[in-house]
């Protein structure tokens, strides 16, 4: 792809009515833009066969650039204009199968780096509802009862010189790592490649202005690696709670399994409490549930080799009415929302006009999928 403000027929598939305000910023951004907004089924999704048969065949080979969440081509000679796809998403494993990302060379780039606030709100929220024993205090207050001789016993925790492990620093691990640092906790940051050298250590991708960890100076302790060994030592390094934001790829499927959950119990606590002793550590996976190896998982929580778990995604999904992870302790699952907010489509529109203006200077654009490496 050269740069230059060529006519570009610019085709959105999205699942809600046009937001004409955002509609209406791109044609005067650019002037050259011919824009079709085609809504699609609501019931739309990654898994959605025949999604892309939806749009007629028309709109697909005249279509130069795409932005979508759910809604592929169904192959590549239906889209022999088509020169970028702009997922609404941050991940591709979902499509790995596809004809486009299998069989086609187009440009494809992710809305990774828009989602840091909101799951780390999500995150920061399930950790201190577990870390503060707020089910039972809701609980009390639907009761209408105020639990003057329990609340002695209900004894909560706060993260002052505690240590959360981020496994994957990327936008999400580093609005987490700020977020907890202000809490008074230590990071410690695990990545596939080492990072040695502060240059190494900037975030050099897109992330949401006055978020994360720009010059990654927030870790006390920086681990790489992709073999075992690397991932155990991390394991090992005395960890109260850890954060799971890897992508899913053939090497990180079923990374977590029991022997990593052993690591994780029997080194964690960190900080030890005078009173009451070192707590297993917190869980939190907001990345895909195929990382984790799901029954390893509820057996360790039930053996209480973790503290809990706070999990945003599961495997499958949606998770079985009769899975055993629902009923396992001291867990909390909810249905993929974490990312979810009403600033989303206003940030995915705003990387895209962001990535497109790089294009026209002859920049790289950011979140160009690697589809060797899956992300």
């Known amino acids: 792809m050269g740069g230059g403000p060529d006519k570009e027929h610019v085709l959105i598939t999205l699942g809600d009515p046009e937001p004409k305000h955002i509609t209406g910023m791109l044609k005067q951004q650019f002037p050259h833009f011919d824009i079709t907004y085609f809504q699609v089924s609501g019931d739309t999704g990654p898994k959605t066969e025949n999604a892309g048969s939806q749009v007629p065949d028309d709109l697909w080979r005249s279509a130069t650039i795409l932005l979508t969440l759910f809604v592929l081509p169904p192959k590549p000679d239906l889209v022999p204009n088509l020169k970028l796809i702009h997922l609404f998403s941050a991940g591709v494993d ?35 509802v577990a870390s503060r024993q707020y089910a039972t205090e ?16 209900l004894v909560g925790t706060d993260w002052v010189g505690k240590t959360v492990g981020i496994a994957g620093y990327g936008s999400i691990g580093r609005q ?13 940051a695990y990545t596939a490649s080492p990072r040695t050298s502060p240059a190494s250590r900037r ?18 302790a920086w681990y790489s690696g992709t073999s075992k060994t690397s991932l155990h030592t991390f394991l090992s390094s005395g960890l109260d709670a850890l954060i799971i934001a890897l992508p899913l790829t053939p090497s990180t499927r079923r990374l977590f399994g029991a022997e990593e959950f052993a690591l994780l119990g029997s080194a964690g606590g960190s900080a030890k409490s005078k009173t009451t002793g070192g707590a297993k550590p917190f869980l939190i996976n907001i990345a895909r549930g195929p990382i ?8 360790a929580l039930n053996d209480e080799v973790l503290g809990g778990a706070a999990l945003d995604v599961t495997d499958p999904e949606p998770l079985p009415k009769d899975d055993p992870l629902w009923n396992a302790k001291n867990v909390i699952i909810t249905p993929h929302v974490s990312a979810l907010g009403k600033e989303y489509i206003d940030r995915a529109f705003d990387l895209f006009v962001t990535n497109w203006k790089r294009h026209e200077r002859g920049e790289r654009m950011f979140n160009v999928v690697d589809r060797r490496k899956g992300y």
Do not use: C
């Not at 987490?176 to 410690?188: D, E, K, M, Q």
């Not at 975030?203 to 006390?220: A, H, I, K, M, R």
């Open 203 to 220: 975030d050099n991708g897109y992330f949401v202005p006055g978020t994360g960890d720009p010059d990654g100076s927030l870790p006390v």
């Open 176 to 188: 987490g790592a700020r977020v907890f640092s202000a809490l008074g906790a230590n990071i410690h």
């Open 94 to 128: 979902h499509w790995s199968n596809h004809p486009i990302l299998k069989d086609s060379e187009i440009t494809i780039t992710t809305v990774s780096g828009i989602h840091g606030p909101p799951i780390t709100e999500w995150i920061i929220m399930t950790t201190l």
């Open 292 to 299: 984790l190896d799901q029954k390893a998982l509820v057996a």
């Open 138 to 153: 809701y609980e009390w207050q639907k009761q209408h009862y105020w639990g003057q001789r329990e609340k002695r016993d």
